[in-house]
Nanobody, 124 residues
Framework: QAQIVESGGGLVQPGESVTLSCTAS??????IGWFRQAPGKEREGLSS?????????YYVDSVKGRFTMSIDNVKNTVYLQLNSLKPEDTAVYYC??????????????????WGQGTQVTVSS
C-alpha cells in the first residue's frame, strides 16, 4: 500500500531553518514533490525531484535559493530544508509522490499519493 509520511514541522523564529522529511513507501515513485498551503490560500507547489529523468530537481522561483531538496536513497527519504524562514512561509507542508512521469515543474495534478501534511509556523 502506497504511503507518504512527512515529519519535521514545528514553530521556528524568522530567519531560522527547518528540515522536513518525507518517507515514501509501497509504490514505485517516479517523482516526489513538496507543496504547501497557507491559511486562506490555495496549495502551491514548491519543489520536485524527478527520478525518471536523472533525479532532476526543480524549484519554483519564489523558493529558489532558500529551500533545498535532497534525498537519502537508503532511507527512501526526501528532505526539504527551509532556510531564512519568513512569517509568510507559515503553512502546512505536504509531500506527494507520483507513480507516472511528470513534466518539468511541480504540478499538483501530476501527483497521486499525498501525505497528511506537517505544520510549519514562523513566528517570533
Amino acid at each position: 500500500q502506497a504511503q507518504i509520511v512527512e515529519s519535521g514541522g514545528g514553530l521556528v523564529q524568522p530567519g531560522e531553518s527547518v528540515t522536513l522529511s518525507c518517507t515514501a513507501s509501497g509504490a514505485i515513485y517516479s517523482a516526489i514533490g513538496w507543496f504547501r498551503q497557507a491559511p486562506g490560500k490555495e496549495r502551491e507547489g514548491l519543489s520536485s525531484i524527478d527520478f525518471a529523468h536523472g533525479g532532476n530537481i526543480y524549484y519554483v522561483d519564489s523558493v529558489k535559493g532558500r529551500f533545498t531538496m535532497s534525498i537519502d536513497n537508503v532511507k527512501n527519504t526526501v528532505y526539504l530544508q527551509l532556510n531564512s524562514l519568513k512569517p509568510e512561509d507559515t503553512a502546512v507542508y505536504y509531500c506527494a509522490g507520483s507513480t507516472w512521469s511528470i513534466g518539468w515543474g511541480v504540478v499538483e495534478e501530476e501527483f497521486d499519493y499525498w501525505g497528511q501534511g506537517t505544520q510549519v509556523t514562523v513566528s517570533s
